[in-house]
């Protein structure tokens, strides 16, 4: 929370619209994304990913914290949950379409889910694991 640190200034002021403005394409995705995983991933019988397990919204129960540092924290658990869950279920829909890695370049992180896929590049690797 270095927002504490300094006093509310013009810069808090001015950043507050811009952040909370993104409440819209939040629930957008939120919507499109439950619409998505339940329907597609219950046809390919992927299992459904637990919700609960990826949003969190429980520090505004801390009687420590003001007001404003409460709605904030209730906004951060929803959209920061939001998307950890939206990235998990793209894990798992990548997992089912496509298991080749992407090739390496200096400085990409690799995805955890990347770990059992074949090498990029390696179609002998590609047709072991996923041939019939």
Do not use: Q
């Amino acid at each position: 929370m270095k927002h504490r640190k300094y006093s509310r200034k013009i810069k808090h002021i001015l950043s507050a619209p811009l952040t909370w403005v993104m409440i819209i394409p939040l629930v957008i995705m939120d919507i499109s994304l439950e619409i998505y995983h339940n329907i597609c991933f219950r046809l390919l019988d992927i299992p459904l990913v637990k919700r609960i397990n990826y949003i969190r919204i429980d520090r505004h129960k801390l009687s420590y914290l003001d007001w404003f540092d409460k709605i904030n924290c209730a906004y951060c658990g929803y959209g920061i949950g939001l998307i950890h869950y939206a990235t998990i279920i793209a894990g798992k829909t990548e997992e089912y379409w496509c298991g080749i890695k992407h090739k390496k370049y200096r400085g990409f992180i690799e995805p955890e889910h990347h770990k059992g896929f074949a090498g990029y590049g390696n179609e002998k690797e590609l047709k072991e694991k996923y041939s019939n």
